[in-house]
């Protein structure tokens, strides 16, 4: 039997007397992108730092390939492969595209700055300050921060935010020819349905701290409790 790439089983997350995580699991077979969605405050962002070890649990298990890494540090699940980008950017606006993406390395401990440039299309803005780069190059070195080392499972919270449709659609696909590639297992958190819709294999819905369905996007489009809680009247 094969491993899963990632597995949430039972994860709890409480703020005080508040369940942000109540009893989530989820199954991420290798090489799939995920879709995560959900209205705000459903809890996909908890679920990103529950998985990758930020912020504590307050029960349930990681595995990742098989592996429990629950008892190991956001760093150290990071080393294992396990990266997640966050939903505001996570750049430093003094240091050039290359500087981040080898310090990310550095941190990483692996050294495929060149690499991640290219695949990103980022080589030749390589020396250019990131506070002086177009917000959509902005986007993708997020995403370059997070592909360094070749991580086996890529937690992704809106990587896509405040780009125009057209943009999304753009990353969304190059994102998808990299997971493919590389062999990236992707958990996708995006508001746009038209962007999860065409990069999900499958797709999870958060509701109030819960998962309310899963399944492939007919199914999805087709439930109605998915409908009535999130989706209304924005899919046709
Ligand atoms: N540090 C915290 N302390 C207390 N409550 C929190 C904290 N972080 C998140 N929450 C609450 O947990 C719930 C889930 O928040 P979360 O950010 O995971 O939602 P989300 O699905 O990512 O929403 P969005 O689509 O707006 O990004 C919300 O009700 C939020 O107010
Ligand atoms: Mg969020």
Redesign the pocket.
Known sequence: MTAFALEGVGLVRR??G?T?LDDVSLRLEPGEIRGLI??????????M?TLCGR?GSTGGRVVLKGRDISGLSAEARRRAGLARSF?KTNIFPALTVKEQVALAARAAETDNTDEVLDALGLSHLARHRAADIAYGDQRRLDLALALVGRPSVLLL??PAAGLSIKESIVLARLLKDLAGSWNVTVLL?E?DMEVIFTVSDRITV?NL?KVLAEGTREEIRANPEVVRAYLGSSVS
Not at 38 to 47: D, M, V
Request: net charge negative; no cysteine.
């Open positions: 703020y005080g508040f942000a959900g209205p705000n405050g459903a809890g996909k962002s908890t679920l730092d912020g939903q919270d809106e958190v508001h958060l701290g």
